[in-house]
Every structure is written in structure tokens, then in C-alpha cells.
């Protein structure tokens, strides 16, 4: 099993352009979610998905659009990027929405311009 | 409002001694408690969780924390402190059983001097 897999690594934008951060998990996980982590704060949830077909919003969703068209796949769009995204970015996914240990892919790191 | 508090940002220890990270935090209610670690370039991957059972859970790589209701508290320890210990430690607290009510702490970073 791969886990959970995220692309790019690293990414640079410009204020306004959009971009898709991609997140895939092969462990047939109901729920997934997505995370921003900033110096000094903890994690702060974005969305979260529940199966194919059903997301939500966590703490800071402003920005932030997901969809969920597979269990496997569960991309996140920035629509237009702000320097205030700059960050690093982690989805995770867990077998159920209960609590179940979460599993991490390795980050995306972004930088808004 | 539940909040997690992890008392210092750095924390460091010489090999070979012990290591305590604080977490505290506040509830309303027995909460759901964890401990994740982040090595340098990777995700995070659980360390140990306590959900109401055992007030002492025992994690991976030696690790161990101790839920203590009157000290709203959730530290982690390990006896001998090793280089591989080196990362960044995160404690989550929930009110809830589901994953999306985590609330984080803001990390400590542990530091291994030889």
C-alpha cells in the first residue's frame, strides 16, 4: 500500500492564480480530510469528506473548495490564491469518521506570492 | 470552548534521559485524547490515543501518557530519550467520536543533544 499520497510536494503562485493540491489514499477509506498547518498553531481542519459524494467545511474553509467524486481521490482547489494560504498542507484519511487513527500524507508546502 | 494548550515550543533533552512533553487542555466532558509525531519532511503518524479506557496508554517507540481528569492533563513521556525521538509532537483533544472535532495543539518540537 502507498498510503496516502500527495502532489505537488512544493508549489509557487502568484496572488490570484488557482491551482489543485491532489491527495489519493489506497486503503478504501471512508473519510478523508485536509488540514493547513501554520508556524505555531495547530492543525486547522479545511473540509473533510465523508464518502464519495459528501464533503463539509471544518475551521477555515474560506478560499478552499473540495470535491469527492471517488473513496480514493479527494482534491483540494484553492480558487484564488492570497499570500495568507502560504502554508503547508496536509490531507489525511481514517477508516471511518469516528475516531479512527488518522493517516498523513507528507505535505504539500506552498508559498503564496 | 475545548482548547489544547502544549506547554514550550522546544523542548530538549540529552540522549539517554527522560522526556516529558505537557499537553493540557479543557473540556466539558471525558474527552478523546491523542499524541501525534511529525519527523522532519513527513506527515504525522499516531504516537498513542486514550478513548476512556486505561489511564496509562502505551504508544510506539517507548512512548507512554497518562490521562489525568483533576490535571486536565495528557503529558508524554519516555524514560530514555534516543536521536530518533527527534520531530515535532502534537497533542489532539475531542469532545466528540468523530475525527473532524479534533482540536490541536501547536506543537513541540523535541531536540536530542548527543
Known amino acids: 500500500n502507498a498510503g496516502v499520497t500527495q502532489t505537488p510536494k512544493f508549489q509557487v503562485l502568484k496572488t490570484g492564480q488557482s491551482m489543485t493540491l491532489q491527495c489519493a489514499q489506497d486503503?478504501?477509506?471512508?473519510?478523508m480530510s485536509w488540514y493547513r498547518q501554520d508556524p505555531g498553531m495547530g492543525l486547522r481542519l479545511i473540509h473533510y469528506s465523508v464518502g464519495a459524494g459528501i464533503t463539509d467545511q471544518g475551521e477555515v474553509p474560506n478560499g478552499y473548495n473540495v470535491s469527492r467524486s471517488t473513496t480514493e481521490d479527494f482534491p483540494l482547489r484553492l480558487l484564488s490564491a492570497a499570500p495568507s494560504q502560504t502554508s503547508v498542507y496536509f490531507c489525511?484519511?481514517?477508516?471511518?469518521?469516528?475516531?479512527?487513527?488518522?493517516?498523513f500524507g507528507p505535505g504539500t508546502r506552498l508559498l503564496v506570492l | 470552548a475545548q482548547s489544547v494548550t502544549q506547554l514550550g515550543s522546544h523542548v530538549s533533552v540529552s540522549e539517554g534521559a527522560l522526556v516529558l512533553l505537557r499537553c493540557n487542555y479543557s473540556s466539558s466532558v471525558p474527552p478523546y485524547l491523542f499524541w501525534y509525531v511529525q519527523y522532519p519532511n513527513q506527515g504525522l503518524q499516531l504516537l498513542l490515543k486514550y478513548t476512556s479506557a486505561a489511564t496509562l496508554v502505551k504508544g510506539i517507540n517507548g512512548f507512554e501518557a497518562e490521562f489525568k481528569k483533576s490535571e486536565t492533563s495528557f503529558h508524554l513521556t519516555k524514560p530514555s530519550a534516543h536521536m530518533s525521538d527527534a520531530a515535532e509532537y502534537f497533542c489532539?483533544?475531542?469532545?466528540?467520536?468523530?475525527?473532524?472535532?479534533?482540536?490541536w495543539g501547536a506543537g513541540t518540537k523535541l531536540i536530542i543533544k548527543p
Open positions: 489532539a483533544v475531542s469532545e466528540g467520536n468523530s475525527n473532524y472535532q479534533l482540536i
Open positions: 486503503m478504501n477509506h471512508e473519510y
Open positions: 489525511a484519511s481514517s477508516y471511518s469518521i469516528e475516531q479512527e487513527t488518522q493517516y
